[in-house]
């Protein structure tokens, strides 16, 4: 019979034509990125994006933290994107509430002006809004490393130097150590009590408890005439100027409300970390956290034995702040790394 043959021919030419329309438009967008080929390439991402969508950012469907779905009512009560972790001069007002808790955290006596030493501040570091570019064509993967002994022959060294950012904090270090808890770090969170040098591919992240910490932050990267808070701290510290940022504190009070309902005095600075990574990444994985068999924060360099002191004072609730990174690893927004 004619017919199929038919068939057959005409299907055949038309998978030819479609090759051959396919392979002038290849070429012509290479040699052409401005061109119309480009254009409709552009046009046919867009169709399929809308077609097939992507989720909130580029890493692939179900591995974007933002995402969320039906069954995720905990995160999606909590997660809120209109904080922001890192402060600018537009993001330094603060309401009298935030102001009032924040200056109690350390009870500092007689705080100097804050919108003054904003002012100050905003002259030495960089005022930029950051880390707002979240979207489907963004795939940014961090590491959150705690200081836990626990990373002490966990051989994650390869895996955590593999993120996009690397958060570390306090006194964190890493030679001597680096097949455990890898070489790089790209932002080293802590503030003036905790304080180490940096080199200059890692950005300083201050963690201020109080409006002396701001004028110790000026006064470390210029004259370095604040020594002493309530104990000595470092006149002067090495970091890179243009990298450096301050934690918000509307954002500190939002993750001590929102994410640890007020347990504990105020959280810990791998809890901050920890938020202050899932709100500028799109994948996060965590590392370093979790007390030794007693119960005490130790530390991955040292035999501490007195590491149980926050615990004991009670200024953080580390039961309750693990039982939130766990019940995140448990809903699959980070991955939860327990060494050894
Ligand atoms: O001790 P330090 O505060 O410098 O450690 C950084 C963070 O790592 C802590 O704030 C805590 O969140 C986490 N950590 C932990 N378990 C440990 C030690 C530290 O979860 N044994």
Not at 295 to 310: R, S
Not at 317 to 335: C, F, S
Request: one cysteine or more; a negative charge; charged letters at 20%.
């Amino acid at each position: 019979m004619p017919f199929p043959k038919l068939r057959k021919f005409q299907a055949l030419t038309l998978l030819l034509c479609v090759l051959t329309f396919t392979m002038v438009l290849f070429n012509y967008t290479l040699r052409d990125p401005s061109g119309s080929g480009y254009l409709f390439l552009k046009y046919a991402v867009r169709l399929s994006d809308s077609l097939f969508p992507r989720g909130p950012c580029g890493c692939g469907a179900g591995r974007c933290l933002a995402e969320v779905t039906e069954d995720d009512s905990w995160f999606a009560e909590r997660f809120n994107q209109s904080f922001h972790p890192v402060m600018s001069r537009k993001g330094s007002l603060l309401s009298d509430d935030t102001y009032r808790w924040w200056q109690w955290l350390q009870a500092e006596r007689q705080p100097a002006n804050y919108s003054e030493v904003i002012d100050r501040l905003f002259q030495v570091i960089p005022d930029k809004e950051l880390y707002l570019d979240s979207g489907p064509e963004r795939c940014r993967t961090c590491a959150v490393v705690g200081n836990s002994g626990n990373l002490k022959g966990s051989h994650y060294g390869a895996l955590i130097d593999a993120s996009d950012f690397i958060i570390r904090m306090n006194q964190a270090r890493t030679e001597g150590f680096e097949k455990d808890v890898g070489y790089r770090t790209t932002h080293h969170i802590m503030y003036p009590e905790s304080a180490v040098d940096l080199d200059n591919g890692t950005s300083l992240v201050l963690v201020p408890f109080k409006t002396l910490d701001l004028q110790w932050l000026i006064s470390a990267l210029t004259t370095g005439n604040i020594q002493y808070t309530y104990l000595p701290v470092m006149a002067h510290i090495k970091a890179s100027r243009e990298k450096v940022m301050v934690y918000s504190p509307s954002f500190f009070k939002y993750v001590y409300d929102t994410w640890l309902d007020g347990h504990g005095r105020y959280p810990s600075t791998g809890f901050l970390a920890l938020l202050f990574a899932i709100h500028t990444c799109d994948e996060v994985n965590v590392f370093g956290f979790g007390a030794d068999q007693y119960g005490n924060w130790h530390h991955y360099w040292e035999n501490n034995l007195e590491g149980g002191a926050f615990r004991q004072t009670g200024v953080h609730d580390g039961d309750y702040e693990y039982n939130v990174t766990q019940l995140l690893a448990d809903k699959h927004k980070i991955k939860l790394f327990k060494g050894s």
